[in-house]
C-alpha cells in the first residue's frame, strides 16, 4: 500500500479554534512533511520530521506546532485559526526516494 | 534565493498535439529537480526527477524533461498528448539528495481540447 491517507478532507475551523489535521502511512518511512498550498500560489514547505526529530521552516516557525506519535502518523496543529490559515494542507512522506503525497486536507477558516 | 518559474499558468493543447510546459529556475549550486502532476481530485504524483547526469530525463507515460543549465531551464515535454493528461503540473527544486524539501513552482493547468 504506497499511499499516503489525510483526514478529512475537507474542514471547516472557527477563527481563533484550534485546528488539528492529521495523516497517516504504512510505507515505514522515515520522513513525513506538511506543506500549504493557496490558490494559485505554490505549495509551500510548513514542516517536517526526520524521524522523532522536527524541522520548522523559520517563516512558519511560530505559526504551526506538529507531533510524530508513531513512525505511521504525523499531525499539524494550528492554536489559534486565523483567516490566512485557509489553505489546501499535504502531507508527504519519503524514504531516500521520491515524495508520497496524500489527497490533502482543505481547510476553510470563517 | 532560490525559486521556480512556471511562466505559464494555463496551457491548452489539442488532444494528439505536442506539448511543452516551462520551467525555469534560480538555484546556486547543483540542482535536483522534479516535476510532479496533480490530476483532478487526486494527490501530487512524481512524473519524473532529474539528478546530475544526462540532461534529458524519461518520465511515467510519455513524458521527457530537459534541464539546461545555461538556461536555467526544466522543460517537460510530451509528443502526443491524451485527453487523460488534463491535471496541473508543478515543477520543483531541492537542494539535495534529501528531496523532500522541495521548492514548488505555482504550476501550470494543461486543459486538452478534444
Known amino acids: 500500500d504506497t499511499t499516503v491517507k489525510q483526514n478529512p478532507r475537507y474542514k471547516l475551523a472557527r477563527v481563533g479554534k484550534p485546528v488539528n489535521l492529521i495523516c497517516s502511512q504504512t510505507m515505514n518511512h522515515d520522513t513525513m512533511y506538511w506543506y500549504q498550498k493557496k490558490p494559485n500560489q505554490a505549495p509551500k514547505l510548513l514542516l517536517f520530521?526526520?524521524?522523532?526529530?522536527?524541522?520548522r521552516e523559520a517563516d512558519t516557525f511560530e505559526k504551526f506546532q506538529s507531533s510524530r506519535p508513531n513512525n505511521s502518523f504525523c499531525s499539524l496543529y494550528i492554536g489559534s485559526a486565523g483567516l490566512e490559515y485557509s489553505a489546501m494542507y499535504l502531507c508527504?512522506?519519503?524514504?531516500?526516494?521520491?515524495?508520497?503525497f496524500g489527497h490533502g486536507t482543505k481547510l476553510s477558516v470563517l | 534565493a532560490q525559486s521556480v518559474t512556471q511562466p505559464d499558468a494555463r496551457v491548452t493543447v489539442s488532444e494528439g498535439a505536442s506539448l511543452q510546459l516551462r520551467c525555469k529556475y534560480s538555484y546556486f549550486g547543483t540542482p535536483y529537480l522534479f516535476w510532479y502532476v496533480q490530476y483532478p481530485r487526486q494527490g501530487l504524483q512524481l512524473l519524473l526527477k532529474?539528478?546530475?547526469?544526462?540532461?534529458v530525463v524519461q518520465g511515467v507515460n510519455g513524458f521527457e524533461a530537459e534541464f539546461s543549465k545555461s538556461n536555467s531551464s526544466f522543460h517537460l515535454r510530451k509528443a502526443s498528448v491524451h485527453w487523460s493528461d488534463w491535471a496541473v503540473y508543478f515543477c520543483?527544486?531541492?537542494?539535495?539528495?534529501?528531496?523532500?524539501?522541495?521548492?514548488f513552482g505555482q504550476g501550470t493547468k494543461l486543459s486538452i481540447k478534444p
Open positions: 520530521y526526520y524521524d522523532k526529530i522536527l524541522n
Open positions: 520543483a527544486v531541492s537542494m539535495n539528495y534529501n528531496q523532500g524539501k522541495l521548492i
Open positions: 508527504a512522506s519519503s524514504r531516500g526516494g521520491w515524495l508520497f
Open positions: 532529474y539528478y546530475p547526469g544526462d540532461p
